[in-house]
């Protein structure tokens, strides 16, 4: 056609019908889908190095499937949807499958699921289905042969007709038997997922960023980098592991089990480690259910799966089924929104937190990922930058996973142009312009102006929230109007707002106004350990507070507290205490507390009622580490009895119970003359006073 005379070119063109032009269209994406996939397949399965995330990669497929579908003259027999991904590398040897290896093919909703039961339903008629729902692995299929009870051969999926022989390696995996002491057929196949648990691939990328050595992006590629090592010494310092979910074929003796289910036991019998959530379901909507519950708990499982698989558990309607193409109709796969993308990180920025730390973030393009656009991630510290090598202008793995703020994990380095530009924390605080500090031993570095705007800002925002004093109508948008106003420079200024200062605010009328008041009064309140979150005292989160406010039980004892006082109480460290001791001695942060206890913010522990016990009246200190409680289990088991517990000696202690290396408690208590127990006569104290002491932790 390219010599063909322009004019004819023209009228030939002219003549074409719209429909001759979308075929065209459909002809030259349907290629350029083929070569991207095919591309794409090369860098997953055999560099282990992806350069685009699984969705964007099923997008791919998707959209050539659904040309293929549109025009069926456009499908050849080597399209990347006529085959298995996945080329065998010839160095490890070649394994040919008995029973070819399948893929699944993907529901990514509920209809679609349901879809795929009625097109089952339409084959099978009314007789009875049960399903087994499992947990679908992120990592890398694997087909484990035994011959008399040995594991005889192993190998990876390749194309699903030929795999790579991964004998050598897969035998460093511990868990795979390598002789069943049990009968066994003379020849079977077991199939199942080689993956890397979440801390193993946490603490591999340590190593490796370490030595300087690229990071894997995710525990799958890891898994998968790991198992197709040539050199199986590598392999064996991996943290591997392996689920096994299929029994492949079976020779030299009838098939042992009539379901898949009973497959999986079979297999538990031998000694092959079967996922234990793995359940039967009797119908669809059981499933959606069960993948909805998935879905929502994949965090609390400490491998990654990436979706639910569903399989028809009689073996009889699978064989009756078949597959079409490389994809059984028997089984599917329920796939979870990736938690993954792949986007252009343009720039890094630096926040302020209330504490001073400056905290780098990530600017992106904006990118999907699992159903939400994200544009910004966390960047955790400078140190964690460079050990992962991430610089501005990078292509970057972003990773967004529940309820987490979403991360960058890692550089695609393979985009690289030489344009990208290594970044380094600035050397003053971006809001206020001080020099910044990094304290020794600590990722973070710091503006260490108490009075940096951004700081003042942060800690607003951070005072009226949920769990902190819980003012409900100021959210972060009235905090930051009030500061910018220069109506409230600190927390402490919120309780002296009057009215007319709220109402001169932009979209604030008499209404809200007269709710934001009543609200910061009711504030005033809070339980201590509220009031001392608030503060916004570094290294102090709501559960050290609580710690606080139940020793202390008063502002007051806190900030007369030394260093080692603080650090005293279980599950306080020296850096919580050195930090806590050195707020309270901060003249300004003193200044800001008068000023709430001023306002009339409660500022001590409200005394409940003392409870009737058998202890009753009768106040106890307690110093030092027992060996039948711990700190707080002994505290409130005393305050249940009925008595008062105190956090230092004074006239009014009845009793000291001291414990191994006592702290100075003991010491002012033989000033004193107060009576002290060692922990067996506080014990025997307790029992002759019939009280029966709980068993530790309980
Ligand atoms: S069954 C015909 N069960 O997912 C049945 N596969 O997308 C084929 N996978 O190649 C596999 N967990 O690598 C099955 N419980 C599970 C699985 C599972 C993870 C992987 C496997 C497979 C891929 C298909």
Not at 33 to 40: A, D, V
Not at 111 to 120: F, K, P
Not at 546 to 575: K, W
């Amino acid at each position: 056609a390219s010599s063909a005379p322009c004019g004819r070119r023209i009228l030939a063109t002219m003549a074409q019908t719209a429909e001759d032009r979308a075929f065209q269209q459909a002809r030259l994406r349907v290629e350029e889908l083929r070569s991207l996939i095919n591309y794409h397949d090369y860098r997953y399965y055999v560099l282990n190095s992806p350069e685009i995330s699984d969705a964007e990669y099923d997008e791919l497929m998707r959209e050539l499937r659904r040309l293929e579908e549109q025009y069926p003259q456009l499908i050849t027999p080597d399209s990347p949807t006529q085959r298995v991904s996945g080329q065998p590398v010839e160095a490890f040897g070649i394994v040919e499958h008995r029973v070819p290896m399948l893929s699944l093919a993907n529901a990514f909703n509920a209809d679609e699921l349901r879809a795929w039961e009625r097109r089952v339903r339409n084959l099978v008629g009314e007789r009875e289905i049960t399903y087994v729902v499992e947990p679908k692995i992120d990592g890398l299929a694997v087909a484990l042969v035994y011959e008399n009870g040995r594991f005889a051969t192993g190998a990876t999926r390749g194309d699903g007709i030929r795999g790579e022989n991964i004998t050598q390696n897969l035998r460093t995996i511990r868990s795979i038997p390598l002789v069943i002491t049990r009968p066994t057929p003379p020849r079977f196949e077991v199939r199942g997922e080689v993956y890397m648990s979440k801390k193993g691939f946490e603490r591999l990328n340590e190593e490796r960023a370490s030595r300087g050595e690229p990071l894997f992006a995710n525990p799958r590629n890891a898994a998968a980098g790991s198992v197709r090592q040539l050199d199986p010494r590598v392999t064996a310092e991996r943290p591997l592991d392996i689920w096994l979910y299929q029994l492949g074929w079976v020779e030299g003796a009838p098939m042992p089990v009539q379901s898949h289910w009973e497959a999986l036991q079979w297999m538990r019998d031998l000694g092959f480690r079967v996922n234990p959530h793995i359940s039967r379901a009797s119908d669809i909507e059981e499933v959606l259910e069960r993948c909805a519950e998935w879905e929502r708990r994949r965090e609390e499982l400490d491998y990654d799966i990436d979706g639910v698989v569903i399989k028809i558990d009689s073996l009889a309607l699978q064989l009756e089924l078949g597959a079409v193409g490389r994809e059984p109709r028997w089984a599917i796969a329920y796939k979870f929104p990736p938690t993954q993308g792949i986007t252009r990180l343009l720039k890094i920025g630096v926040n302020v937190g209330r504490t001073g730390s400056l905290n780098p973030y990530a600017i992106l393009e904006p990118v999907r990922i699992g159903g939400a656009t994200v544009q910004m991630a966390t960047l955790h510290n400078e140190d964690d930058i460079h050990r992962k090598d991430i610089r501005e202008g990078d292509w970057v793995i972003v990773q967004r996973a529940g309820e987490v703020i979403p991360q960058v994990v890692g550089p695609v380095v393979s985009r690289r142009t030489g344009e990208e530009r290594v970044w380094h924390m600035p050397d003053r605080c971006p809001a206020c312009g001080a020099a910044v500090v990094r304290e020794p031993g600590e990722a973070m570095y710091y503006c260490p102006n108490d009075a940096c705007p951004a700081q003042a800002r942060r800690l607003l925002e951070h005072f009226v929230q949920r769990g902190a004093m819980d003012i409900e109508g100021i959210g972060e948008k009235l905090a930051y109007a009030l500061f910018d106003a220069g109506l409230v420079k600190d927390p402490a200024d919120l309780y002296y707002l009057t009215k007319e200062q709220l109402v001169a605010l932009e979209r604030m009328g008499d209404k809200s106004a007269e709710n934001v008041l009543r609200n910061i009064e009711a504030s005033k309140n809070r339980p201590l350990a509220n009031l001392i979150f608030a503060l916004g005292i570094r290294h102090v989160g709501s559960e050290v507070a609580a710690l606080l406010a139940r020793h202390f039980r008063s502002i007051d004892a806190l900030a007369n507290a030394t260093e080692d006082e603080i650090a005293q109480i279980e599950g306080i460290g020296p850096v919580i205490a050195r930090s806590v001791a050195s707020w309270f001695r901060n003249e300004r942060n003193r200044a800001m507390l008068e000023k709430l206890r001023r306002a009339g913010v409660a500022m001590e522990e409200r005394e409940e009622a003392p409870r009737e016990g058998p202890l009753s009246g009768l106040q106890f200190v307690v110093t030092g580490r027992l060996e039948t409680f711990t700190r707080n289990e002994v505290e409130d088991f005393l305050r249940a009895q009925g008595a008062s517990v105190g956090s230092s000696v004074s006239k009014k202690t009845d009793y000291v119970v001291v414990g191994e290396e006592p702290g100075s408690k003991a010491e002012k208590a033989r000033r004193l003359g107060t009576p002290m127990l060692d922990e067996r006569a506080f014990l025997r104290f307790l029992r002759e006073r019939g009280i029966t002491v709980p068993e530790k932790g309980s």
